[in-house]
């Protein structure tokens, strides 16, 4: 519309402390009208911050589901993670009885193993790992004794999945 703004940023590194203190600072020193939140643990961090002091975040990429109706100030630009587990429990319904799933325990993938878990109708068999794992020997052959038909990747992270996906390979899983 014409009027100049100014950007601030801060770097709340998808972490709860640091983008609490980034927000603070944002709306306390730099006097910002709108906050974005780039993930969920930022997004989550920053609303009663922004509740507190009227400040309208954005919530960009952020899918955790607690997000939704959270404060009337926290606005996502982006679904949830229920809404993708349920789009995908419904694809899966539609061709599989029995339904693995291997899930990296970070926000993310945690989100949207429960919402796959909330709407798959079949059997399913489920295995965590931690962030940072990088042998999925174990977990993989654990998963497949189940005789899952179908085998969820549910990582984190590129490597783990990459890693995931040739022990499966290895094991002959098809």
């Given at each position: 519309m014409g009027r100049p703004f100014e950007v601030y940023y801060e770097d709340g590194k998808c972490a709860e402390k640091d983008a609490s203190t980034s927000a603070q600072k944002l709306i306390s020193i730099d006097k910002v009208d709108v906050l974005f939140a780039v993930c969920g643990a930022e997004a989550l961090a920053v609303a009663p911050i922004s509740n507190q002091n009227k400040i309208t975040t954005i919530a960009?990429?952020?899918?955790?589901?607690?997000?939704?109706?959270?404060?009337?100030?926290?606005?996502?630009n982006s679904y949830s993670d229920d809404d993708s587990g349920r789009i995908l429990a419904e694809a899966v319904n539609a061709k599989?009885?029995?339904?693995a799933i291997i899930t990296g325990l970070a926000g993310?993938?945690?989100?949207?193993?429960?919402?796959?878990?909330?709407?798959?109708?079949?059997?399913?068999?489920?295995?965590?790992?931690q962030p940072g794992t990088t042998d999925f020997k174990t977990i993989v052959t654990k998963t497949l004794?189940?005789?899952?038909?179908?085998?969820?990747?549910?990582?984190n992270a590129q490597i783990?999945?990459?890693a995931i996906l040739k022990q499966l390979e290895l094991l002959r899983y098809k």
């Open positions: 960009l990429w952020a899918t955790n589901p607690q997000l939704s109706g959270i404060s009337k100030y926290v606005f996502r599989y009885k029995t339904a993310y993938p945690v989100g949207l193993r429960d919402g796959f878990k909330k709407y798959y109708t079949g059997k399913i068999y489920t295995e965590d790992y004794a189940n005789s899952p038909e179908v085998v969820f990747v549910n990582a783990e999945a990459v």
